[in-house]
T-cell receptor
Framework: EAQVTQNPRYLITVTGKKLTVTCSQNMNHEYMSWYRQDPGLGLRQIYYSMNVEVTDKGDVPEGYKVSRKEKRNFPLILESPSPNQTSLYFC?????????????FGQGTRLTVV | KNQVEQSPQSLIILEGKNCTLQCNYTVSPFSNLRWYKQDTGRGPVSLTIMTFSENTKSNGRYTATLDADTKQSSLHITASQLSDSASYICVVSGIDQAGTALIFGKGTTLSVSS
């Protein structure tokens, strides 16, 4: 089954403790991206990757890192999480960053930083 | 500035009734417009995609319209069901300095009650 898998689904952590949210897709998609979703703000792009070893900042990259060492994986790294990073995070992938390609989203990771 | 505005912010209807959700955009140049359905706690799933030349597209009980001249789209849901309760997100593809960009609306939360 074609899917985007994120782990963990839920995470509660303390300020400053490094964490990684994993994302994996099995559709051989070139393009992957991370979004955060906050009430009243909608989905905002954090980082995206157009292919292996190619990453770039989205609209809200501060406090986040990503890597794309393999085509299927695109982990999101929070080196020193802060409470303002409490949010619902989604990973998405698509065949290309072209207008007519559909983005497939993961199930989401709800992160709470205390 | 590229923007997507959705209305209403939230909507409550009775099961079996019809409803229409609105999306206005100022994205230029315009590539396409998608409607996504996001169930609570899950990732968005694409319902329809519309390009510049398309006026109407249906997907079961969902019918999307697009007026490229006025930069407006609507999503009409016929004979609503309890399972239609979700957030509906309008996403417009445009071009910015970095290439193709997805501009997300903040969504309309629909609650269907029995």
């Amino acid at each position: 089954e074609a899917q985007v898998t994120q782990n963990p689904r839920y995470l509660i952590t303390v300020t400053g403790k490094k964490l990684t949210v994993t994302c994996s897709q099995n559709m051989n998609h070139e393009y992957m991206s991370w979004y955060r979703q906050d009430p009243g703000l909608g989905l905002r792009q954090i980082y995206y990757s157009m292919n292996v070893e190619v990453t770039d900042k989205g609209d809200v990259p501060e406090g986040y890192k990503v890597s794309r060492k393999e085509k299927r994986n695109f982990p999101l790294i929070l080196e020193s999480p802060s409470p303002n990073q409490t949010s619902l995070y989604f990973c998405a992938s698509s065949l290309y960053q072209l207008p007519n390609t559909e983005a497939f989203f993961g199930q989401g990771t709800r992160l709470t930083v205390v | 500035k590229n923007q997507v505005e959705q209305s209403p912010q939230s909507l409550i209807i009775l099961e079996g009734k019809n409803c229409t959700l609105q999306c206005n955009y100022t994205v230029s140049p315009f590539s396409n417009l998608r409607w996504y359905k996001q169930d609570t706690g899950r990732g968005p799933v694409s319902l329809t995609i519309m390009t510049f030349s398309e006026n109407t597209k249906s997907n079961g009980r969902y019918t999307a319209t697009l007026d490229a001249d006025t930069k407006q789209s609507s999503l009409h849901i016929t004979a609503s069901q309890l399972s239609d309760s979700a957030s509906y997100i309008c996403v417009v593809s445009g071009i910015d300095q970095a290439g193709t960009a997805l501009i997300f609306g903040k969504g309309t939360t629909l609650s269907v009650s029995s």
